[in-house]
């Protein structure tokens, strides 16, 4: 893997091209790419403006050239390097046939993809109804393509975007409270984000439904609302996922994102969409817009936790995957200790598994695919010791007992994490690498961001650097700024360092994180030597 195979992750859009306004598939694409994906949209129609804003002009893509160009893209290899694909507007039902084909194909070549279908039916007339059932809207394509849509697009869904009439018409029912819309949703995909769910008179929203639960995100009206706030929504909701955000953290990102988007808009005077000039907005709560993130029912805390060596113990950083609980740091005497928290998985910034006798130069093969990747930071990798070397007790001991299994010498700076590797080693097991994983902070940021940290983590820029990546990612800046422990506690980059090392459990709860190598060896315990992030 290189740096620029972690900067090209792709997303396949198949929806409208519409020159003359920011909608459909134009906007979903801008919006993932000023994220940091490649986008590769292949149009469903190309029209010269919205129909609302009048003649729209040109006309949908013929059936045998959207799957000619699917097929070509298949045949390029565009579908094994892709994240996700995203689909949005069909004109016609040959068309949607086309993109059953593709998708079922994408999915046999590439079982990690994740498939959102965002299916653009029609409108509720601006928002649900009083009694919020999602009546009195209507179809704004063919009949017959919608049904084309819930019978061979939706089937083939990981995730499903409707608005509440959409939800509605699809199921062929009146939609009454968050019970029956989340029922509604079961019953078509695995999870939902059903826009337009009206929370009050001035508040619209979004229902985030799973298969076991149930979330609500709502935010201040904005009206009138320009066009394109559910392609706008659907992307930023993906793109949040893709890097490792649970469905009701993605929705609430998503929320804001769109918030800001009207806001601009209506400070502009302006009758479309303006994009935050920084994707780290997106993930900000804007004071304005009042956004929550409500679990509906009874939904206990699901924790994941970063780790970083501490002077006073361990740095942690912990995440609530369902959102019912702020994220928070702690720090802990023993590595033990975090264990005892039951976190369902731990991102530690410490080696794992250790090579009796050295397989190469430069460490274990993770360290040296990590070194490959970070490029100006490549020197944060530290070489780890041989087994044999941990059991010493003095740094001239560890020295000689590593040269004589054939490796290097030792720095004094790797000598002094003996104490810490000594405390996860004795703990670890092959029984718990479900739960315990070896991360990198370094390579944590240039997985995320897609290359690695222009600036030193202690000078103040890189610690700006950081921060403005947790940020982005959804870790308040209270959480880190001021740093609220003690020096000889905990150093304010171990803290940094910890969160990093979260944003990679939640990476990994979500199945999208990176792992170096991918067929990782094991060592003489039978513990895995690999680098998550």
Same mark, same amino acid.
């Given at each position: 893997?290189?740096?620029?195979?972690?900067?090209?992750?792709?997303?396949?859009?198949?929806?409208?091209?519409?020159?003359?306004?920011?909608?459909?598939?134009?906007?979903?694409?801008?919006?993932?790419?000023? +994220?940091?994906?490649?986008?590769?949209?292949?149009?469903?129609?190309?029209?010269?403006? %919205?129909?609302?804003?009048?003649?729209?002009?040109?006309?949908?893509?013929?059936?045998?050239?959207?799957?000619?160009?699917?097929?070509?893209?298949?045949?390029?290899?565009?579908?094994?390097?892709?994240?996700?694909?995203?689909?949005?507007?069909?004109?016609?039902?040959?068309?949607?046939?086309?993109?059953?084909?593709? *998708?079922?194909?994408?999915?046999?070549?590439?079982?990690? *993809?994740?498939?959102?279908?965002?299916?653009?039916?029609?409108?509720?007339?601006?928002?649900?109804?009083?009694?919020?059932?999602?009546?009195?809207?209507?179809?704004?394509?063919?009949?017959?393509?919608?049904?084309?849509?819930?019978?061979?697009?939706?089937?083939?869904?990981?995730?499903?975007?409707?608005?509440?009439?959409?939800?509605?018409?699809?199921?062929?029912?009146?939609?009454?409270?968050?019970?029956?819309?989340?029922?509604?949703?079961?019953?078509?995909?695995?999870?939902?984000?059903?826009?337009?769910?009206?929370?009050?008179?001035?508040?619209?929203?979004?229902?985030?439904?799973?298969?076991? %639960?149930?979330?609500? &995100?709502?935010?201040?009206?904005?009206?009138?609302?320009?066009?394109?706030?559910?392609?706008?929504?659907?992307?930023?909701?993906?793109?949040?996922?893709?890097?490792?955000?649970?469905?009701?953290?993605?929705?609430?990102?998503?929320?804001?994102?769109?918030?800001?988007?009207? +806001?601009?808009?209506?400070?502009?005077?302006?009758?479309?969409?303006?994009?935050?000039?920084?994707?780290?907005?997106?993930?900000?709560?804007?004071?304005?817009?009042?956004?929550?993130?409500?679990?509906?029912? +009874?939904?206990?805390?699901?924790?994941?936790?970063?780790?970083?060596?501490?002077?006073?113990?361990?740095?942690?950083?912990?995440?609530?995957?369902?959102?019912?609980?702020?994220?928070?740091?702690?720090?802990?005497?023993?590595?033990? +200790?975090? *264990?005892?928290?039951?976190?369902?998985?731990?991102?530690?910034?410490?080696?794992?598994?250790?090579?009796?006798?050295?397989?190469?130069?430069?460490?274990?093969?993770?360290?040296?695919?990590?070194?490959?990747?970070?490029?100006?930071?490549?020197?944060? &990798?530290?070489?780890?010791?041989?087994?044999?070397?941990?059991?010493?007790?003095?740094?001239?001991?560890?020295?000689?007992?590593?040269?004589?299994?054939?490796?290097?010498?030792?720095?004094?700076?790797?000598?002094?994490?003996?104490?810490?590797?000594?405390?996860?080693?004795?703990?670890?097991?092959?029984?718990?690498?479900?739960? &315990?994983?070896?991360?990198?902070?370094?390579?944590?940021?240039?997985?995320?961001?897609?290359?690695?940290?222009?600036?030193?983590?202690?000078?103040?820029?890189?610690?700006?650097?950081?921060?403005?990546?947790?940020?982005?990612?959804?870790?308040?800046?209270?959480?880190?700024?001021?740093?609220?422990?003690?020096?000889?506690?905990?150093?304010?980059?171990?803290?940094?360092?910890?969160?990093?090392?979260?944003?990679?459990?939640?990476?990994?709860?979500?199945?999208?994180?990176?792992?170096?190598?991918?067929?990782?060896?094991?060592?003489?315990?039978?513990?895995?030597?690999?680098?998550?992030?």
């Amino acid at each position: 893997m290189t740096l620029t195979s972690m900067r090209e992750r792709s997303v396949i859009i198949l929806s409208s091209l519409v020159s003359g306004a920011r909608v459909g598939g134009g906007l979903t694409a801008a919006a993932l790419e000023r +994220d940091g994906f490649r986008t590769e949209l292949v149009p469903t129609v190309i029209m010269g403006r %919205h129909p609302g804003q009048g003649a729209p002009g040109g006309g949908p893509v013929d059936a045998q050239m959207l799957s000619s160009t699917l097929a070509a893209m298949a045949d390029q290899g565009r579908v094994e390097a892709a994240s996700a694909i995203l689909t949005g507007y069909f004109r016609d039902p040959d068309q949607v046939e086309a993109a059953a084909v593709f *998708l079922a194909e994408a999915k046999r070549r590439n079982p990690q *993809l994740t498939v959102m279908v965002d299916p653009i039916l029609g409108d509720g007339g601006g928002d649900a109804r009083e009694d919020g059932s999602g009546a009195g809207g209507r179809l704004y394509i063919p009949e017959e393509t919608a049904a084309a849509i819930r019978d061979r697009l939706i089937p083939l869904a990981d995730i499903i975007t409707p608005n509440l009439f959409e939800l509605s018409w699809l199921t062929g029912r009146s939609l009454s409270g968050d019970t029956a819309i989340a029922e509604a949703a079961r019953a078509l995909a695995p999870a939902a984000l059903v826009t337009s769910a009206r929370d009050t008179k001035t508040r619209i929203g979004a229902l985030v439904v799973t298969q076991n %639960h149930i979330w609500r &995100v709502s935010a201040d009206r904005i009206d009138p609302a320009p066009n394109g706030t559910g392609d706008l929504f659907a992307a930023t909701a993906l793109s949040r996922h893709l890097t490792g955000a649970l469905w009701p953290e993605a929705a609430h990102s998503a929320a804001a994102r769109v918030w800001l988007a009207l +806001d601009a808009a209506r400070r502009a005077g302006r009758d479309e969409l303006i994009l935050p000039h920084s994707t780290a907005h997106a993930h900000a709560n804007p004071p304005e817009a009042h956004i929550r993130r409500t679990p509906v029912g +009874d939904i206990q805390p699901v924790w994941v936790t970063g780790v970083d060596g501490a002077p006073g113990g361990w740095a942690t950083v912990s995440v609530d995957l369902y959102g019912v609980e702020p994220p928070r740091a702690q720090v802990f005497d023993r590595f033990e +200790d975090i *264990l005892a928290t039951h976190a369902q998985i731990i991102a530690v910034d410490m080696p794992i598994g250790f090579e009796d006798s050295p397989s190469a130069s430069g460490g274990r093969p993770c360290e040296r695919e990590a070194r490959a990747l970070l490029g100006p930071r490549r020197s944060s &990798v530290f070489s780890s010791p041989l087994r044999a070397a941990l059991s010493t007790t003095s740094y001239q001991g560890a020295m000689a007992a590593n040269r004589a299994e054939g490796g290097p010498g030792l720095s004094k700076q790797a000598w002094n994490l003996f104490p810490k590797l000594r405390e996860v080693d004795a703990v670890m097991s092959a029984g718990l690498e479900g739960v &315990v994983f070896e991360s990198h902070p370094e390579l944590i940021f240039a997985a995320i961001s897609g290359a690695p940290a222009i600036h030193p983590k202690r000078t103040p820029e890189g610690r700006a650097e950081r921060l403005a990546l947790l940020q982005a990612h959804g870790l308040p800046r209270e959480l880190f700024e001021p740093h609220p422990f003690a020096r000889k506690t905990c150093a304010p980059d171990d803290l940094i360092d910890a969160g990093l090392c979260a944003l990679t459990a939640r990476r990994i709860a979500a199945g999208v994180n990176l792992r170096l190598p991918q067929a990782p060896p094991r060592d003489g315990r039978g513990l895995r030597m690999a680098m998550f992030a």
